[in-house]
């Protein structure tokens, strides 16, 4: 049994690796949405060869080599971006084995790494890449000051080096009530800012020290501290700091405290978004908006006041946005971003725009604008393709590439 | 309050009521006819019928009086027309399984608790009622959770504006507020004692609780005529009985495959009437199932997980029940599934296989029928409540929304109506009760109250 077994397994892996070696794929589209300037091409293909994107146009004009694979849907897109999710650490189970999303032992740990708690392997990763989802900026979830560092990872392979585009891609602060319990968390809003202040003034002193070790061989570099260097990091630009916040006041701490302290700040969630637009459009601060669906609670939750238009008032305000599925505690365990960015399209946000919202302004915001998000030459050849309009109830994912490879070609 | 509540919602219309009965000294002709009103000119699809293409229905008070195609109808002399050509008009949506309304009866001292009513719990003011309206629901069952092996009675009610949950609630004959009974197994009431902690023990405890209903009922049938002997009367044994003899149908949460087989071999023992709510394995035993007669309410969730019973869900499971022969409803769950997109289960299990009829039954006559409604509610059919539904284009579009919602022949939601849009959309108030925004806290404007 155990010969059968790893003969499996030793064939499961060439053709795995087989794949993955070619990375070509040709796929046809009767409509293909390059989010390239709004463009979209009719009875085309991209051709995608060695993983990256080798040629899109019109079919006729371009030659398939005939040992190629092909694809065809009627609509192709590129494989879709999740803004902010915490997938591969909330695992299907729900059990305590299987949800590495936040750590109780202290109220602001920068210093945690989504690398190590990531599962490729987790069920939902495979649910969420049958919907088109081809990367995920994903890691710890914000019911703690600051919870960790969030990564970008592609969804293919088994393990989480299989995927890596990021290993760090922001911190993740939070601001929202999820945050105000537990042992050593603040109890109040101000308590919570002034949390967050003193940790940011303590890595300035250690930035200051390390960069003066750096400029001055005589100033001893300070002790190595693994959630100060985070820290100093956010503050020295090298990563930005993602701050979540969804009462309108939280938000506005948010901006007071990059203000401050000179931080790149991503805002996630921000439920009344919709009450500061000009602030935020001002503050040309990228907003990584909660799902559409997020459940708005009781009156005493701060989401209470969430609007599905939300995604719609950001657009027309000018504030640069993306679509996450974020975090759920029970039932879905994880959203599906194609059924969130339906919501937004419902309630007004223009077709193409909801596109963006979920595959190029989602790469801008996370930093990869170069490499994902788009349909074009150069690029990584991550596409999603659909029998009908993406977002349309009825229709269906019907095909995923990553890298080139054919990652499902299941219909959903 | 009520009345200010719908008073002071109204008042457009009802300043233009009061300025005509100014303007005239005598009623207006045709005054005693404004209750009768026509929808015109909408795509109507009535369920127990073919859809009609630039259809007419109906309503006179609280009751549809005719439908039909344009020409075969006549409306009549005085009758409101409200021009709907471009809409699609449909019944009011049933949910069958609702948490609206803080319904939380059962407390912690029992696993088994049928005397107690979630009628005796409901906030008929929770705002959560007015966005399901926004949702196109006029009709739901509301229960309690699945804590418990039997949470108590659940109470079915029609979703209108009221301050009251007696102005909400459906009634039995004899004017008893008219609900099922709330079941559950699997893991959810596995706790600590006095709770179950295993799958057997939860089995077991319910059917001593039905044996001793029956020896309830064999004293009370041997007293016969004679006072003297008859036992003291006693609420839980009371609310069983009415289990037994079917008065009230037992709407049970189960979501593993073995569960689901309990919950039927339970029903056959003891002769109870049975809906099962959730069914996340129910794809695995569909024949069973539709062997058995049972009735199932499908949560349409959007992915697999977060508990360990339902780590087999599959959006399949409704076109496979369908298949199978079974009748399916469909329910929000809500706080799980959000009432205002209530609409999107049946999309979303067309989307998986299910037809396109069966889904939209599902959301509303096969649901009526499952609360022993179907003769009322569920359909646009001559006699039934005008519960009514008007959407902008096909239900089963992401891109449709639902614009008016009438229940007994008023509209409670319209989406071009201010405060009826928060609700809908969300926004400063969408948490808020109705009555809230008549007074001086402003509804969304920047108002510090939510």
Redesign the interface.
Known sequence: MKTLTTALAALALSIASAQDLTGDVAVYGDRIHTMVGGEVITDGVVVIRGGKIQAVGPAVGISIPDDMPTMRAAIVVPGLIDARSTLGLT?????PGDQDHLDPSGAIQPELRAIDAYNARD??VD?ARGYGVTTVHTGPSSGALVSGQTMVVKLKGTSVEDGLVVERAMVAASLADAVRSGDGAPGTRAKSVSMLRAALTDAQGYLAKRRAAVDDDEQDAPEPDLGKDTLADVLAGDVPLLVTAHRHQDIASALRLAEEFGFRLVLDGCA?A??MLDELAAAGVPVIAHPP?M???????DR??????LPRLLDQAGVPFAIQTGY?G???????LL?EA??A???GLPFERTLAAVTIDAATILGLEDRLGSIEAGKDGDLALFDGDP??????CVGVVIDGTIASDEVR | MSNVVSLCRRLPRLAVALLAALTFATPPVGAQQTAVTAFVGAYVIPIDGDPIDDGVVVIDGSKIVAVGARGDISVPDGATIHDLRGKVLMPGLICTHSHIGEPWAADSSDPIQPDVRTFDAINARD?AIQRAQAGGITTANIMSGSGHLMSGQTTYVKLRDAGSIDELVYRFEDGRPMGGMKMANGTNPQRAKPFPGTRGKSAALVRAAFVRAQNYKRKIDAAGDDASKMPDRDLIQEALLEVLDGTRVVHHHTHRHDDILTVLRLSKEFGFRVVLHHVSDGWMVADEIAAAGASVSVIQ????????E??NLSPKTGAILEKAGVKVAFHTDD??N?SR?FL?SA??A??DGMSRDGALRAMTLSGAEMLDLGDRIGSITVGKDADLVVLSGDP????S?IEETWIDGERVFELTNADDRIYA????????ARFFTLCCFGNGT?STT?
């Open positions: 695992g299907l189970l729900n059990q069920a939902l649910w009344e919709h009450l669906m459940r708005i609670g009781s009156m005493t939750s209470s006041a969430a609007t599905f238009e759920e029970y039932v879905p365990k994880v959203r599906v059924f339906a919501i399209a419902r309630y977002f349309e109830y009825t229709s269906h | 705002a969730i959007d992915s697999p997980g977060g508990k360990l339902a780590v706080p799980i959000d997109l999107r999309a979303l067309v989307r089963l579009s992401v891109y929304l959309l969300g926004g400063v108030g969408a948490t808020n920047g939510r």
